[in-house]
């Protein structure tokens, strides 16, 4: 079945996050208010996805789930067609989700008081899982060059105190939707040699390349040498708008790091539940990949308009996007104070946005925009945004 990614679909109501929690998180927001905050899309899953979920729920009965091997060997099929990735089943841990998972390599190989390297401007939860740990954070900010984030090896001497015992990558990267070449993963995985780093790799957003974009590298390739101190995180999640599912899985091909990996989700009885497995088993199938294509080709389009309304606002420049579906807005050149900047967009223009100093250094004066929502909800998001803007023009 061809997917709609056009059909405007009512999420209030439905125990979404995304829609129904605009107010707890943001206090008033206007009652047409435009959900573009929450990393999750404003389509259906694919068919193929929903059949399976509903297999399982005729059944009637929901108890345990068994060892799955069908589950473990879709994630391997996807991962050598889609990544060119071969993967054993054995090296496959299933995790609640990659928060989750990188919450467990926080515990598994740090201690209390550790320093953890995160790239910012970066997703806001690593910050928040290291730090709710016992854990700090060391900000290595990355550039901005051409309009496009950089690794910024020159600006980093200096910043690291000695603590750090791990650094967490998010590639491709969120936000600003970077795809890093192999050279830069190698050059990452380098340093944390050097500096005997594990290095945790978030991959999470590697389905989502936008159609003319560098193709995503694994860090497992790129870097095949790291092997012993590399944990990969993955999901289907987020490719194929099943996040609720919560479910997702660190891959680690070196038996000693993944044995404490193990101990870690022993000691807090991590098990997958049921209905996320036969759903990501559907999904990582060929008609899942056809889905994917035509839904990175969707998000390209509404990247596009959105990038030339929002560049057309004085002072606003919207990163391009290799990857992801969250556009990075630079609102420096504004000049406006961040909380100017904040009641414009969700005052003025009625948009629950993510304020970038949530993203860590270099997010002061940006906001992210989920633009994975229908066409015409993104047409409406950049006339909201012109006219709450229209006197810098
Ligand atoms: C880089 C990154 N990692 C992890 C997550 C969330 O993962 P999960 O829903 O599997 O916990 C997100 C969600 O936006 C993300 O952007």
């Known amino acids: 079945m061809t997917p709609d990614f056009d059909q405007i679909i009512d999420r209030r109501g439905t125990l979404c996050n995304k829609w129904d929690d605009m107010g707890a998180v943001f206090g008033d927001v206007p009652d047409d208010a435009l959900a573009m905050w929450v990393a999750d899309m404003d389509f259906h899953a694919p068919a193929i996805v929903r059949e399976a979920l509903e297999q399982v729920v005729a059944r009637g009965i929901y108890g345990y789930p068994g060892e799955n091997l069908p589950y473990l060997d879709a994630i391997r099929w996807w991962m050598e067609h889609r990544h060119g990735w071969t993967v054993a089943r054995g090296d496959i841990l299933s995790v609640h989700g990659l928060v989750n998972g990188t919450a467990l390599a926080v515990e598994a190989y740090t201690d209390p008081g550790d320093a953890v390297i995160l790239m910012t401007p970066v997703y806001h939860a690593f910050a928040r899982v290291v730090k709710a740990s016992g854990r700090t954070v060391t900000e290595l900010p990355l550039a901005v060059t051409d309009g496009r984030l950089e690794l910024d090896w020159p600006s980093w001497d200096g910043l690291l105190t000695g603590r750090e015992r791990m650094l967490i990558l998010c590639s491709p990267h969120n936000p600003g939707g970077r795809v890093w070449s192999a050279e830069e993963l190698r050059r990452i995985a380098d340093f944390c040699r050097d500096r005997d780093l594990i290095l945790v790799s978030d991959e999470i957003h590697h389905d989502l390349i936008l159609p003319g974009s560098p193709r995503h590298t694994v860090t497992a390739l790129a870097a095949p040498d790291a092997a012993d ?9 987020k490719s194929f708008n099943i996040a609720g599912a919560h479910l997702g899985n660190a891959i680690i091909t070196d038996a000693a790091l993944r044995e404490k990996y193990k101990a870690r989700m022993m000691a807090l009885g991590i098990s997958p539940g049921l209905f996320g497995l036969p759903m990501v088993t559907a999904a990582y199938s060929p008609q899942g990949a056809e889905w994917i294509d035509r839904l990175t080709a969707y998000l390209a389009g509404n990247a596009a308009l959105f990038d030339a309304g929002v560049n057309a606002i004085p002072g ?18 504004t000049g406006l104070s961040p909380e100017d900047l904040q009641a414009r967009i969700l005052g003025g223009a009625g948009i629950a946005a993510n304020r970038g100093e949530t993203f860590g250094l270099g997010g002061q004066g940006h906001a992210r925009f989920n633009l994975a929502t229908p066409r015409a909800r993104v047409a409406e998001a950049v006339e909201r945004l012109q006219r709450a803007f229209a006197d810098l023009q």
């Open 229 to 237: 101190r590399l944990v990969t995180l993955t999901a289907a999640t």
């Open 316 to 333: 606003a420049r919207s990163m391009p996007l290799q990857a992801t579906y969250l556009a990075w807005v630079d609102f420096t050149g």
